[in-house]
DNA sequence: GGACTGACCAACC
DNA sequence: AGGTTGGCCAGTC
């Protein structure tokens, strides 16, 4: 299906340490789409309630979510994430640099 | 099937 | 420092 890219983005979301957050370039990256920005967008457009996605922020650490993107932040701050006095999240202490999703399909 | 749009990104003025 | 344009990729009209 298509939106199995959609299925890895959560999965990765879903993997993002507490404290850390990763851009939308970074995952579409993980997922073998350097390019793939948009998509990743596209799938958090349809963001579960589930998916704390607020760890997904732009590449300058920009919080998006159209009416939502105050609370994002918010939710942030809960996360022990410190944010600049521009309101961005400070990309050089948080963005997630852990390893990268290669297909590692630990399905078991 | 073609064109527009978009929770993006980087380059260019 | 900030706005605009192009480009990528997928979804929608």
């Known amino acids: 299906m298509s ?3 959609a299925k890895n983005v959560y999965d990765i979301v879903a993997r ?8 939308y370039g970074q995952i579409a990256q993980m997922l073998g789409k350097p390019r793939g920005a948009r998509e990743v967008g596209w799938a ?10 607020q760890r997904v922020v732009m590449a300058d650490g920009a919080v998006t979510g159209g009416a939502y993107s105050e609370i994002r932040k918010a939710l942030l701050e809960e996360e022990n994430i410190p944010f600049q006095a521009n ?5 050089k202490t948080c963005q997630w ?6 297909e590692t399909t630990d399905v078991s």
């Open 3 to 5: 939106n199995n890219f």
């Open 16 to 23: 993002i340490p507490k404290g850390n957050v990763a851009t």
């Open 44 to 53: 958090m457009r349809n963001c579960p309630e589930d998916l704390p996605w």
């Open 87 to 91: 309101g961005k999240v400070d990309l």
């Open 97 to 102: 640099l852990g390893y990268l999703i290669e």
